[in-house]
């Protein structure tokens, strides 16, 4: 969850609300323009964003964050502009206070850096989708130039700095890959980077400001009200590997373990050895839900949030889903 000040956390709960959004456009010749709020079209400022895939909890999951707008061409001001490829350094703010004179102070939050993908052209109006750095590993790992044996750290490392990312080091220890010989020809960067989040026990995200990063779910105070009851909640016992070798390693129990096959630089279990798997994911409790709330564009995907259901039950549980709308609700799940 992005830090926010005092002044936020009272006025995002409360009715009234208005948001501004601005995005810092750069276009591949290097020239920048400014689009706001007044230039998006009302509630087609949508971002997408996932920690695993929606109806399922997994490890490792390397999800590609998403934009999409809709401006406003209605006076023909974009008509000379090519969007292409063009970078969007995308921010939203609370209104946190307005003057006498109407003067307005915003709270600014950074929600990512997105490069368009897609632009579709209507008489009145421009349709874009934009993703973020996560796509920029869907180039073929073949062209990596990797020496084995090398540890998941390194490989990390080497793949972002492949592909031009900027990068975290990940805290992941000190595993090994020994041999590649099992990676698909037609592996991508960023199958190779999910594979090693895998073994890790974390996701891989691109942060708010492009920088690609492994993460794990971490605790907040945010409060979610559902207004049906909640049930299926379980809590993970254990977690079973199952080498290149097709032999399956256990840690913990099977009453509710995950599984993780056909994991190509798995060629030991060594990683089970972590403390990463007891630490953070044995005891996990997961509770499945989907819900339709006031729009917070500080919440984010693998945020821990309190889940209070329609008897008054609640459960803590993370999110994995979420997309946020400028103006309307955002769907979290």
Same mark, same amino acid.
């Given at each position: 969850?992005?830090?926010?000040?005092?002044? =936020?956390?009272?006025?995002?709960?409360?009715?009234? #609300?208005?948001?501004?959004?601005?995005?810092?456009?750069?276009?591949?010749?290097?020239?920048?323009?400014? *689009?706001?709020?007044?230039?998006?079209?009302?509630?087609?400022?949508?971002?997408? $964003?996932?920690?695993?895939?929606?109806?399922?909890?997994?490890?490792?999951?390397?999800?590609?964050?998403?934009?999409?707008?809709?401006?406003?061409?209605?006076?023909?001001? =974009?008509?000379?502009?090519?969007?292409?490829?063009?970078?969007?350094?995308? #921010?939203?703010?609370? !209104?946190?206070?307005?003057?006498?004179?109407?003067?307005?102070?915003?709270?600014?939050?950074?929600?990512?850096?997105? $490069?368009?993908?897609?632009? $579709?052209?209507?008489?009145? =109006? !421009?349709?874009?989708?934009?993703?973020?750095?996560?796509?920029?590993?869907?180039?073929?790992?073949?062209?990596?130039?990797?020496?084995?044996?090398?540890?998941?750290?390194?490989?990390? @490392?080497?793949?972002?700095?492949?592909?031009?990312?900027?990068?975290?080091?990940?805290?992941?220890?000190?595993?090994?890959?020994?041999?590649?010989?099992?990676?698909?020809?037609?592996?991508?960067?960023?199958?190779?980077?999910?594979?090693?989040?895998?073994?890790?026990?974390?996701?891989?995200?691109?942060?708010?400001?492009?920088?690609?990063?492994?993460?794990?779910?971490?605790?907040?105070?945010?409060?979610?009200?559902?207004? @049906?009851?909640?049930?299926?909640?379980?809590? !993970?016992?254990?977690?079973?590997?199952?080498?290149?070798?097709?032999?399956?390693?256990?840690?913990?129990?099977?009453?509710?373990? *995950?599984? !993780?096959?056909?994991?190509?630089?798995?060629?030991?279990?060594?990683?089970?050895?972590?403390?990463?798997? @007891?630490?953070? *994911?044995?005891?996990?409790?997961?509770?499945?839900?989907?819900?339709?709330?006031?729009?917070?564009?500080?919440?984010?995907?693998?945020?821990?949030?309190?889940?209070?259901?329609?008897?008054?039950?609640?459960? #803590?549980?993370?999110? $994995?889903?979420?997309?946020? #709308?400028?103006?309307?609700?955002?769907?979290?799940?």
């Amino acid at each position: 969850m992005q830090n926010t000040s005092t002044l =936020y956390k009272e006025l995002i709960k409360q009715s009234g #609300r208005m948001f501004r959004a601005r995005i810092a456009v750069t276009f591949p010749d290097g020239s920048s323009a400014e *689009l706001t709020d007044e230039n998006i079209m009302q509630s087609s400022f949508v971002i997408t $964003t996932g920690t695993s895939d929606e109806g399922s909890f997994s490890i490792g999951n390397a999800i590609i964050g998403q934009l999409d707008i809709e401006l406003d061409n209605s006076d023909g001001r =974009y008509d000379n502009m090519t969007f292409e490829d063009a970078e969007f350094d995308t #921010r939203v703010a609370l !209104i946190v206070r307005q003057s006498y004179d109407n003067v307005l102070t915003p709270e600014w939050l950074r929600k990512g850096i997105f $490069t368009v993908e897609e632009v $579709t052209v209507d008489e009145n =109006y !421009i349709k874009i989708t934009a993703f973020d750095n996560m796509s920029k590993l869907d180039t073929p790992f073949s062209d990596v130039n990797v020496t084995f044996p090398i540890t998941l750290k390194s490989l990390f @490392q080497t793949i972002c700095s492949a592909c031009s990312l900027p990068y975290d080091t990940p805290d992941i220890g000190n595993i090994t890959v020994g041999k590649n010989q099992e990676i698909p020809e037609e592996a991508s960067c960023r199958d190779v980077i999910s594979y090693i989040a895998q073994l890790a026990c974390r996701f891989v995200y691109a942060d708010v400001n492009g920088t690609i990063k492994m993460g794990w779910y971490r605790d907040t105070d945010y409060i979610i009200g559902e207004r @049906q009851k909640l049930s299926g909640s379980v809590t !993970i016992s254990g977690v079973q590997l199952t080498d290149t070798g097709d032999i399956a390693h256990r840690l913990g129990t099977a009453d509710y373990c *995950l599984m !993780i096959d056909d994991n190509p630089i798995a060629t030991s279990a060594d990683a089970l050895s972590e403390p990463v798997w @007891q630490d953070d *994911l044995i005891g996990m409790s997961l509770t499945p839900f989907e819900a339709e709330v006031l729009s917070d564009p500080a919440l984010e995907a693998g945020d821990i949030v309190t889940v209070s259901d329609l008897h008054g039950n609640t459960y #803590r549980t993370p999110v $994995t889903n979420l997309t946020y #709308r400028l103006d309307g609700k955002m769907t979290v799940s």
